[in-house]
């Protein structure tokens, strides 16, 4: 053999044995975030009960006698003992004291005071004919300044456009609530003392007063002015000129009710998973002449019955390295207070909670065949898992992200540095509107997404996953995608 042949074997083993050891050493590190992973072990899929508990589940949550699932309301309890009882049919006990039920107080949707007022250049706007409070503004501060159009400076008011462009405000899509609250968030962060947003194009969809918000609330008022009021009000100003608000609202004390189920194995840690099953409630505006109900399927009667589903199947799956909660979260459309009374009473320590995953709206997988996985960077260990489930046998794949873009309750436990995902189909057209029924919904990717979360299940069961809370890099977990 020549030297440079000889030469070249050489080099060629050199590389191969230092690829080896840099496998090895990657391997190393991976075993000691998640143990040894073994991706050969199987495990059953979701079975005939199962699917039929999804669309039992469902269709209860949804009918007329639940009118919605409003919290703090006989229909939300009705909804909350219907999930009880399918707890205990499957096999879980309870997890409060003898009790599947966590009661916590919360203030009511939000209510305008008749303290409400709003002048620009002495003249008043009609609220919330003209000016709309957002139900995530700051009530105590009162704003008597001076403003300007389209002026973003400290200690003063922001009097900003809520739309970039025509095509934006004749979306009907258009997602004006969340648009309003990154404008005023931001605003805040820069000094602003209150935020004024209108309409100059005339909305497609219009804003309109919401009783309650999903969001954190702001330390400065918010309104967002229609666009008559902003002809008539703020179009022709070109000088700084006076402008005076105050926003009050009113509320009541209500109860909500987490109901949580628990798979008691003794062991030192304990996986977390939740569905919210309160929604809107009622539709009162007068102009449809007839009483209706959002019925919420997707949102999230989806989550609540392949929670159960989940429940039933890991039941009988005994599954024993871990223990197992199953929370259905009341108020969260009320600020999400079902998810924090939960963490602020923990029927277990907080550090023995190994990870948390959110199951909130997926019922509508049907074009793209994918859902989502979000909030990954919580954890290096979720990215292995991943990898390590194989096809499910229903034809859908995953969206991986690393960031938290949705509001669920995965958010709150994310805020407390518990490893947290969210499993979802993602917002869609018949997101918060009376159109929401079951069926409207794809039962076959339900079930998939279901085997899915399962098969995650098996693999941090069987390889006794460790896993480590990280915080994700440049993640501001006030700025989310969709509210409620």
């Excluded at 230092?18 to 059953?44: D, E, H, L, M, R």
């Amino acid at each position: 053999m020549s030297l440079a042949k000889k030469s070249f074997t050489a080099i060629v083993f050199l590389f191969s044995s230092i690829c080896v050891q840099t496998s090895s050493v990657y391997s190393q590190v991976w075993s000691k975030v998640t143990g040894a992973f073994n991706k050969n072990s199987t495990v059953p899929t979701i079975g005939a009960d199962e699917i039929a508990l999804i669309r039992t589940t469902v269709d209860y949550l949804c009918s007329p006698a639940l009118l919605g699932r409003k919290s703090g309301t006989k229909s939300e309890e009705l909804a909350g003992v219907f999930i009880e009882q399918r707890m205990g049919t499957i096999g879980l006990k309870p997890a409060v004291n003898n009790s599947f039920r966590q009661h916590f107080k919360f203030e009511s949707d939000k209510r305008l005071s008749k303290d409400c007022k709003m002048l620009i250049g002495g003249s008043y706007l009609f609220i919330p004919e003209d000016a709309i409070p957002m139900a995530f503004s700051n009530i105590e501060k009162k704003e008597d300044n001076f403003m300007m159009p389209k002026s973003e400076e400290p200690n003063a008011p922001w009097v900003v456009p809520l739309y970039q462009n025509a095509q934006e405000a004749r979306n009907p899509d258009f997602d004006w609530e969340e648009t309003a609250y990154l404008i005023a968030l931001r605003a805040q962060k820069k000094g602003a003392s209150s935020v004024v947003l209108y309409d100059e194009f005339g909305a497609a969809n219009k804003p309109v007063f919401k009783q309650s918000s999903a969001y954190d609330p702001l330390n400065i008022p918010v309104v967002i002015v229609q666009k008559p009021a902003y002809d008539k009000h703020i179009r022709s100003i070109k000088t700084i000129t006076p402008v005076a608000l105050s926003i009050e609202f009113t509320a009541e004390k209500l109860i909500g009710t987490n109901i949580i189920g628990i798979i008691n194995n003794n062991a030192p840690q304990t996986i977390v998973i939740g569905a919210h099953y309160d929604h809107l409630g009622e539709d009162k505006m007068v102009n449809r002449g007839t009483a209706a109900y959002f019925p919420g399927a997707d949102n999230n009667a989806s989550g609540v019955g392949v929670m159960l589903a989940l429940a039933a199947r890991i039941k009988r799956a005994e599954y024993k390295n871990y223990n197992f909660i199953f929370v259905a979260f009341s108020a969260y459309e009320n600020g999400m207070m079902g998810s924090k009374a939960f963490l602020k009473n923990l029927p277990v320590k907080q550090e023995s909670i190994a990870c948390m995953i959110s199951i909130d709206r997926v019922g509508l997988l049907k074009n793209s065949k994918k859902f989502q996985i979000e909030g990954m960077g919580s954890a290096l260990a979720w990215n292995e898992i991943v990898q390590s489930v194989p096809a499910t046998g229903n034809n859908i794949s995953v969206t991986q992200q690393n960031k938290i873009t949705m509001n669920s309750e995965h958010i709150d436990f994310y805020s407390a540095n518990v490893p947290s995902i969210l499993v979802t189909t993602g917002k869609n057209e018949v997101h918060n509107t009376l159109n929401d029924f079951p069926n409207r919904l794809h039962y076959d990717g339900m079930t998939g997404i279901a085997n899915y979360v399962l098969l995650m299940i098996d693999k941090i069961n069987s390889n006794n996953v460790k896993f480590t809370f990280q915080k994700i890099r440049n993640q501001d977990i006030n700025k989310v995608s969709t509210v409620q």
